[in-house]
């Protein structure tokens, strides 16, 4: 294997030494089974600690993502490159930290610095030491949460784990919960991260409220009586008695204001942006409740105000000093530092932010906090998120990790829309046009194209909820042009998507637990619907009959959180996958109970009168059942386990066969039936997968030869959405974006066959690619957010089609199997419904029936 070159960008103002950078690098097939045979070396060629964790194997068990941990040094504004080679014996580990465990305490010594972490309640969470272990720079620091009336809810430490202890990194996963009066709970999911040799750490912070919104008349408004009002919620870090100074850094770049008798506070209300004060922070009364644009700097009598920080809090302890710093401080407002007598207090929710703070049924909030206890006089470390790692663009294309391949755009038209993506109305700037700041705002795409009926001059608000995978298309453009900025956009829209867009919890309609919220409803102000679908001012606008939803596997996007566990190792993104890929699939089949099986017969059999003798897969073509199999495509890359292949398998025999008399489906309505493509597109990455493990059995031969009977009827019918506007409701430019999906379903297709026929194929797909590309190039709104997605979710297979790749050859291919789509009759009917009650007979259980019922009439 060739030395894969690794970029480390300081895009900060304050130099880094020894900063941490966990990043999965993508190895070529065959080079290793064993992840302990790597080593790392700097710009100068000296061997750099590293430690490694097989992410993802290939077929072969050979890795294909391998986590490196290891500390870079970059200088500000500057950039350096590290070199990860493969040696042939097994590399020695260096001494990592020293973990010492004894009953409900865990001590570990990075060789730096000593940490303690103690579980139950009343003895802080965790203490710091000097090197020797004597006595503690900062001592019991603990959480610390108050309602809006004022009582503080106790935290107990239920669990703590020790989730990895290697060369350079040592990861401990603390659990716990707070308990209010009326014994409602909070949960707190805390990873405390610490480096071998060094003084500095991590703390990941989460606060969840795992209840159910009642979202009566299935409107999410803020307000919900499941939503929990939080007064404060900050980590307090007392510190040892020599408390000798204190100074706040605004910024990383500006002087220290020294805090006069050690007490002083910098507080961010707003993120100081031009909309500062924009409806999208409105609160559950319908109002904006800020009343500082921007920060505000508090010592003494002296008040200091600006309008962006990223500040440092600094304090001399004796002959060590502590430095404590919050990622993305103004963007994810409101934050506070602060600085009293022998107490540093970290105001993740801070107290004095008008009107408290809301936590709807099923959120989550995650803060990340950065700690130096070393002697360094003015720690870069805790400055800003501003250091980012990734690997030569090359190398990424020639590892082959994308069944689908990689290509850095180079059509001049299709580099010129993501110049638009990147530009002064790109993704980026949209932030400042609605303000897409706070706690729960920060990393979200503003969905402007909503806004296009919108005559007024007030700020229409509209959350994007990642549809069509950005989040994916982000880390692809990353990695395919080793920009650091689509890496930023990415790991911002993750963290928001994790948190915020995802309904935690396991007390809902089981087809809303763990689901992903669409998108605000189409041109329709969100009004205090945050970022689920439909709220109460909703119901001014439109038919209330046709208002209100919650999750739905219409709306399952799941690739992008599957990359960004293999670029990152991030575990929980690996979860979430699972879970949606879950959760999709249930919502598809349904909720698993008898009422649910009854009503959905009875449906069933009212269509049966309608219908009668109509086509009825068991599944619709549509991109419900797409985002379904590509779910189930993600779980098998995460976890290699056939129960996910066998489940896309059923999915895709459940909803086309080769057999099909496809103008009987009627997809040229397209209103009605536009979305068939996605289904075709996520069939095309099946078969991709399928090939990839050599697996040319029934199954791939089934999806193959379905996908060239579609291919072949799109070759003959398909045609420009745009060239029949009359029967679009909104001919814009959307439709122009969804035509290039065409041009990737017939290059998947293209690739399954050979000859005259592969060559009409890739014709094909060129002419709809070209014509996306044009038609979005010439419309005047192609800075709209849904359009530039659509362009970054396929706009890349014109550079797979300018190499026309071949894929291996597939021999002995079994003939397809599954029944041909069935016919709505008698027989179909009772099979159908004998089936759904036998899956469910063996699990039935009267508390899940109660549930159902439950949750089904308190939402109305």
């Known amino acids: 294997m060739q030395a894969i070159t690794i970029h480390c960008v300081n895009k900060g103002t304050a130099p880094f030494q020894s900063a941490p950078v966990s990043l999965g690098v993508p190895i070529p097939a065959g080079v290793s089974p064993r992840a302990d045979r790597f080593l790392l070396k700097d710009a100068e060629g000296r061997l750099i600690p590293v430690q490694t964790q097989v992410l993802n194997r290939w077929p072969d068990t050979t890795v294909k993502w391998l986590l490196c941990d290891f500390l870079a040094s970059v200088g500000p504004e500057a950039r350096t490159t590290y070199s990860l080679e493969y040696a042939a014996q097994t590399i020695p580990p260096p001494s990592g930290c020293r973990i010492d465990s004894r009953q409900t305490t865990y001590r570990i010594a990075t060789g730096a610095m000593v940490v303690e972490i103690a579980s139950g309640s009343g003895n802080g969470m965790f203490s710091v030491y000097a090197a020797d272990g004597g006595e503690p720079i900062c001592h019991s620091a603990a959480f610390r949460l108050l309602d809006l009336s004022g009582h503080e809810w106790p935290m107990c430490i239920d669990q703590i784990m020790v989730e990895v202890n290697g060369p350079v990194r040592t990861t401990l996963a603390i659990g716990g919960t707070f308990v209010g009066t009326n014994k409602r709970r909070l949960l707190v999911h805390t990873r405390l991260h610490l480096y071998a040799g060094t003084a500095i750490c991590r703390l990941e912070a989460r606060l969840h409220n795992p209840e159910a919104a009642r979202h009566p008349g299935n409107l999410w408004d803020l307000g919900d009586p499941a939503s929990i009002m939080i007064k404060e919620w900050a980590l307090a870090m007392p510190l040892a008695a020599n408390h000798l100074s204190s100074a706040i850094y605004p910024t990383a770049s500006e002087p220290a204001r020294q805090l006069f008798q050690r007490t002083g506070a910098i507080y961010q209300e707003s993120s100081g942006g031009r909309h500062w004060d924009s409806p999208v922070h409105r609160n559950r009364d319908g109002l904006v409740p800020m009343r500082l644009a921007g920060w505000m700097l508090t010592t003494g009598e002296v008040k200091e105000t600006g309008e962006r920080a990223q500040p440092i809090l600094q304090a001399i302890v004796g002959e060590n000093q502590v430095s404590v710093g919050l990622e993305h401080f103004w963007q994810r407002f409101p934050k506070s530092l602060a600085s009293e007598e022998s107490v540093l207090r970290v105001g993740l929710l801070p107290g004095n932010f008008p009107g408290g703070h809301e936590l709807q049924g099923g959120e989550q909030m995650t803060e990340r906090l950065r700690f130096d206890f070393s002697k360094e006089k003015m720690p ?434 079994p003939e397809p199997n599954g029944q041909p789509t069935p016919r709505l009759n008698p027989s179909s009917f009772m099979q159908r419904t004998v089936a759904d009650l036998a899956g469910i007979l063996p699990r039935i259980s009267l508390k899940r029936e109660w549930r159902w019922l439950k949750t089904r009439f308190a939402s109305r």
């Open 380 to 813: 870069g470390f805790v400055a800003a998120p501003a250091l980012f790692a990734f690997c030569d663009k090359r190398h990424c294309r020639d590892a082959l990790v994308f069944p689908e391949g990689l290509w850095e755009p180079v059509d001049p038209g299709y580099r010129q829309l993501l110049a638009i993506a990147q530009g002064p109305k790109g993704f980026l700037a949209k932030r400042e046009q609605a303000d897409e700041y706070s706690w729960r705002n920060f990393g979200e795409l503003y969905a402007d194209h909503e806004a296009a009926q919108h005559q007024e001059k007030t700020i229409f608000v509209s959350h994007y909820n990642n549809q069509y995978d950005p989040l994916y298309s982000f880390f692809r453009l990353a990695l395919a042009a080793g920009d650091c900025d689509w890496f930023e956009l990415g790991l911002d829209l993750s963290d928001h998507i994790a948190d915020i867009d995802i309904n935690h919890t396991d007390l809902d309609r089981e087809e809303y637990c763990n689901g992903l919220f669409w998108h605000t409803d189409h041109y329709l102000d969100a009004g205090l619907s945050t970022h689920r679908m439909a709220g109460k001012e909703h119901l001014l606008k439109k038919n209330p009959a046709l208002c209100g939803g919650g999750p739905d596997s219409q709306h399952c996007y799941s690739a992008g959180l599957t990359l960004h566990h293999f670029l990152t190792g991030d575990p929980r993104s690996r979860q979430l996958v699972l879970q949606l890929a879950d959760w999709c699939w249930l919502s598809l089949r349904g909720p698993q109970t008898l009422g649910a099986a009854t009503l959905r017969a009875v449906q069933n059999g009212k269509r049966f009168l309608r219908d009668r003798g109509a086509l009825w897969p068991r599944f619709p073509l549509n991109r419900g059942t797409g985002n379904c199999l590509n779910a189930a495509i993600d779980a098998f890359e995460l976890t290699g386990d056939g129960k996910y292949l066998i489940r896309a398998a059923e999915l895709i025999q459940g909803t086309v066969h080769p057999t099909d008399n496809i103008a009987e489906r009627d997809l040229l309505d397209a209103e009605r039936h536009w979305s068939y493509t996605v289904f075709l597109a996520a069939v095309g990455r099946y078969l991709a997968i399928k090939r990839l493990w050599n697996q040319f059995d029934q199954d791939f031969s089934h999806a193959r030869q379905s996908l060239l009977a579609y291919g072949r009827w799109m070759i003959e019918h398909e045609y420009p959405y745009l060239e029949k506007p009359e029967i679009l409701e909104y001919p814009n430019e959307t439709w122009a974006g969804q035509d290039l999906r065409k041009g990737a379903i017939l290059y998947f297709a293209a690739l399954q066959t050979a000859g005259e026929e592969r060559e009409r194929f890739l014709v094909t797909a060129n002419f709809f690619l070209d014509y996306g590309i044009a038609e979005l190039r010439r419309q005047t709104t192609n800075y709209y957010t849904r359009p530039l997605v659509l362009m970054m979710q396929n706009a890349w297979v014109g550079e797979a089609l300018s190499e026309a790749a071949t894929p291996g050859s597939a021999t002995d291919v």
